[in-house]
């Protein structure tokens, strides 16, 4: 029997309300959680729980969730994209590489006491806190013996992930004159609690080199370490680059950064740069070199 138009007309309004409602519900359970996140109540394993709770309601892997987006409304992680009737492509790989021949001199911002120094001792008590949550480091290519690291994801912290997110963007506007960049809109800042102890190190390499990483376009790295400091290396080596073909070119000459408690360094991520080793005596997990580090990336259409 086929229903006529009023039947069907009042079967799809409902299935409208039953939409909206779900979507109301889903808002709203979300919005609950966030709150929770703000709870000083709440421990830190249970925030990240609930972190982890927000991107199965917004639809977002965890497991993939390494970079987390500008968004304050999901607490910096990346929402659920909105269907469009004509969505736009994203542009081919090779057709946004360099072609023409390009020099970077290295060029660099470093900012010193870039946190207050509650921020500052906040950050070390979370690393410290979360020692055997941290995870080996890889590389996009998955190269053998070319870096050695620990890392936390920020999924861990998103509390301080927003707070360290928003200092960065605040200090944009003045940072990048300073590195004779053009302003851009920042669609992704991404966010990592690294960790190096004895031996540790990450031969050179640039940021945004392949398919996966080439919007990245400022890197930063905020140092921080126990007072007075345990160990010594992993001196940041920001060398001189030529982009060209589509390859980026060390011509050898570099600048060296000392990773300074409290102290936050900023830079082109097409500038080849390297972690050379550190040294910790006592091999302790507290007394190595920790940063915050990651990537502020441009829209990629």
Same mark, same amino acid.
């Given at each position: 029997m086929?229903?006529?138009?009023?039947?069907?007309?009042?079967?799809?309004?409902?299935?409208?309300?039953s939409?909206?409602?779900?979507?109301?519900?889903?808002?709203?359970?979300?919005?609950?959680?966030?709150?929770?996140?703000?709870s000083?109540?709440?421990?830190?394993?249970?925030?990240?729980?609930?972190?982890?709770?927000?991107?199965?309601?917004?639809?977002?892997s965890?497991?993939?969730?390494?970079?987390?987006?500008?968004?304050?409304k999901?607490?910096?992680?990346?929402?659920?994209?909105?269907?469009?009737a004509?969505?736009?492509?994203?542009?081919?790989? %090779? +057709?946004? $590489?360099?072609?023409?021949? &390009? #020099?970077?001199?290295?060029?660099?911002?470093?900012?010193?006491?870039? =946190?207050?120094?509650?921020?500052?001792?906040?950050?070390?008590?979370?690393?410290?806190?979360?020692?055997?949550?941290?995870?080996?480091?890889?590389t996009?290519?998955?190269?053998?013996n070319?870096r %050695? +690291?620990? $890392?936390?994801?920020?999924? &861990? #912290?998103?509390?301080?992930?927003?707070?360290?997110?928003?200092?960065i =963007?605040?200090?944009?506007?003045?940072?990048?004159?300073?590195?004779?960049?053009?302003?851009?809109?920042?669609?992704?800042?991404?966010?990592?609690?690294?960790?190096?102890?004895?031996?540790?190190?990450?031969?050179?390499?640039?940021?945004?080199?392949?398919?996966?990483?080439?919007?990245?376009?400022l890197?930063?790295?905020?140092?921080?370490?126990?007072?007075?400091?345990?160990?010594?290396?992993g001196?940041l080596?920001?060398?001189?680059?030529?982009?060209?073909?589509?390859?980026?070119?060390?011509?050898?000459?570099y600048?060296?950064?000392?990773?300074?408690?409290?102290?936050?360094?900023?830079?082109?991520s097409?500038?080849?740069?390297?972690?050379?080793?550190?040294?910790?005596?006592?091999?302790?997990?507290?007394?190595?070199?920790?940063?915050?580090?990651g990537?502020?990336?441009?829209p990629?259409?």
């Amino acid at each position: 029997m086929i229903e006529n138009k009023s039947e069907l007309g009042g079967k799809m309004a409902q299935n409208l309300v039953s939409v909206d409602r779900l979507r109301q519900l889903t808002n709203l359970s979300i919005e609950t959680l966030e709150s929770l996140l703000k709870s000083p109540d709440v421990s830190s394993q249970q925030k990240a729980e609930i972190a982890f709770k927000i991107l199965e309601l917004v639809g977002v892997s965890p497991e993939t969730l390494i970079s987390p987006a500008v968004s304050p409304k999901t607490n910096g992680f990346s929402p659920q994209p909105t269907p469009q009737a004509d969505p736009i492509p994203a542009p081919d790989y %090779q +057709s946004v $590489i360099q072609k023409e021949s &390009l #020099f970077l001199a290295g060029d660099h911002v470093f900012i010193e006491n870039f =946190l207050s120094p509650e921020e500052n001792q906040e950050i070390l008590k979370i690393a410290l806190s979360k020692s055997d949550q941290f995870i080996g480091s890889t590389t996009t290519t998955q190269a053998v013996n070319y870096r %050695q +690291s620990s $890392i936390l994801y920020a999924t &861990l #912290f998103p509390e301080f992930y927003n707070l360290m997110r928003n200092k960065i =963007l605040n200090a944009l506007p003045d940072i990048l004159p300073q590195l004779n960049h053009q302003p851009f809109n920042v669609s992704q800042v991404e966010m990592q609690l690294t960790a190096h102890n004895d031996g540790c190190f990450y031969k050179i390499h640039n940021d945004s080199g392949s398919e996966k990483t080439y919007t990245r376009t400022l890197t930063y790295v905020y140092y921080f370490h126990q007072e007075p400091k345990q160990f010594s290396g992993g001196e940041l080596r920001l060398y001189e680059t030529e982009l060209k073909n589509g390859s980026a070119i060390s011509q050898g000459q570099y600048k060296t950064i000392e990773p300074r408690n409290n102290s936050i360094v900023l830079f082109d991520s097409r500038c080849k740069h390297e972690v050379m080793p550190v040294r910790c005596p006592s091999q302790r997990f507290e007394d190595g070199r920790f940063t915050l580090n990651g990537w502020l990336r441009r829209p990629d259409n």
